[in-house]
């Protein structure tokens, strides 16, 4: 092979390498815009989130404990040597196993939106405080020419000066806050968290009848549990006979069942104490979401107003800023009224085993 030859196929080769890297360049660049225009098209909304709780460990672990209850059960059915006792054990396993994987399902729903309102809520405090501290930098900035033409003293200076410090401090607190809450929430869904979707106010359903509540604490597995024991007892009770029983045996049985009974209604009694509580918290939620609601319209209209008469030139920009302020600090506290409510309505369900009609996600 000639030199020229030899030559020819070596540039070949370069080119070849050289679009072969151009590809390569190209294909990552691809990659990185598509990815990056996925994230900034991707929201997360509520029920995205709440439809992550089946993948929380609690839920997992309470499903696996479903799966071999309901095994175990199949087998104690299969099995024509297996006594009465043994086929109600089972059985009851598999009630008390659904039970509590539905338990574990409220809860698992109620920690994803408490931390889905905590961030936020933190990002509304981020943007007030942002606003507050460009807020009280034009204040000091005022301040400052009002001193030098004579109309403050130097202490007014000193005091928007420490103003302004307050309002950074709070501004890089809400930071650390926002950052805190988005790692919560990321944690709790197992998933990247770039922006968050409001909650629609369709999430905010109506109290149920408090007698509903009370008639679902039957699916606690705490009374259930409890109550199952009732049923034992009262089958030990059943499956003795003087024939072949002492009295002894059949009175022990029969004080077994009593304070299975007993059990029964001191724990009954404590959920509805339990569970009145939190109905009462969700009847006082909705209260001063109400409240705060009518406080954030005043807000709304007096903005309005300042609005035209800065307009009109009857005011200037730091005073209508200052009704901004106002109104801002009104939308954060209606914000976070609206997602107590909802709190509140998620404790309820998870405290109840009450189904509320859009909110379990699963």
């Known amino acids: 092979m000639n030199t020229v030859t030899k030559s020819k196929i070596q540039n070949r080769r370069f080119e070849n390498q050289k679009r ?69 054990q089972a059985s ?36 007030l405080s942002t606003f507050a501290r460009d807020l009280s930098n034009q204040n000091l900035q005022i301040t400052t020419i009002r001193r030098d033409k004579g109309s403050a003293t130097d202490l007014e200076v000193q005091e928007a000066q420490n103003a302004l410090e307050d309002a950074e401090n709070n501004l890089a607190s809400s930071e650390q806050g926002v950052a805190l809450a988005k790692t919560n ?40 549990q409890v109550n199952q024991g009732i049923e034992l007892a009262q089958l030990g009770v059943d499956l003795l006979d003087p024939s072949y029983a002492s009295k002894s045996q059949i009175d022990t049985a029969q004080l077994q069942l009593e304070t299975a009974q007993t059990s029964s209604s001191e724990v009954r009694r404590g959920l509805e ?20 609601q009518v406080a954030l319209q005043n807000a709304l209209e ?23 302020l106002a109104t801002k600090q009104a939308e954060l506290a209606a914000l976070q009224a609206k997602h107590a409510y909802l709190n509140a309505l998620m404790a309820l369900q998870a405290g109840t085993m009450t189904p509320l009609e859009g909110l379990y996600g699963f």
């Open 92 to 127: 009851q396993k598999v009630t008390l196993s659904q039970a509590q994987l539905d338990e574990a399902k409220y809860k698992a729903v109620q920690d994803i939106t408490s931390g889905y309102t905590q961030l936020l809520e933190a990002q509304a405090a981020l943007n």
């Open 302 to 324: 007096r903005e309005g107003l300042e609005k035209q008469r800065l307009d009109a030139g009857l005011i200037a920009d730091i005073g209508y800023k200052q009704t901004q």
């Open 273 to 292: 104490l339990q569970a009145r509580t939190f109905y009462n918290q969700a009847s006082t939620a909705s209260e001063t979401l109400n409240i705060r």
């Open 20 to 88: 072969t890297l151009f590809d390569f360049r190209f294909w990552i660049f691809s990659l990185f815009l598509l990815s990056f225009v996925f994230a900034q098209d991707t929201q997360l909304t509520l029920p995205d989130a709440l439809a992550t709780s089946n993948n929380r460990s609690s839920v997992v672990t309470a499903q696996l404990a479903l799966n071999d209850a309901t095994v175990a059960l199949s087998r104690t059915q299969a099995d024509p040597l297996a006594l009465r006792l043994e086929r109600t």
């Open 185 to 224: 929430l990321e944690g709790l869904v197992a998933m990247p968290v770039l922006t968050l979707a409001p909650i629609p106010d369709e999430a905010l359903v109506p109290l149920p009848a408090l007698e509903t509540v009370l008639v679902n604490l039957d699916k606690l597995p705490a009374l259930l």
